[in-house]
């Protein structure tokens, strides 16, 4: 499902699993947790569904560096929402602009919505 806005067409790419983060089994709260940790930011916002939730992750200490995360619950992996004209100077303003604007939390509720591009093979 395509959605398109003030900020172009939106994409979720650089997926990122429980896995690859070292994270086994646990709740979706100490995975988000784990992630935030891993990542070396904070979540600004969090926003939980039952399938999975919404994040602005923040850079400490700037103000306007947010990024926005999905988290899938039932693969356990992240996915960057990618704004085609770009997503500089998030902050909490924006964040609850955009969300409602692309209908992020649809996707945190269901988030088999969420396709990824697949990479294709390099040439040799």
Known sequence: MKRTGSLGELSFTSPISAGDIGVGTCSDGE???????WSEGYAEYWLQMRNGAVLLQMVPG???????????????????????LGDTDLNKHTF?????????LDYASNPCLIEVPVREAAMA
Do not use: H, M, W
């Not at 995975?31 to 940790?37: D, E, F, P, S, T």
């Open 62 to 84: 700037c103000p306007n560096s947010g990024a926005i995360y999905l988290l899938n619950s039932t693969n356990r992996t992240f996915y960057l929402a990618d704004f085609e």
């Open 31 to 37: 995975l988000v947790k784990a992630y935030l940790q």
């Open 96 to 104: 609850e602009q955009l969300v409602a604007e692309y209908g992020l």
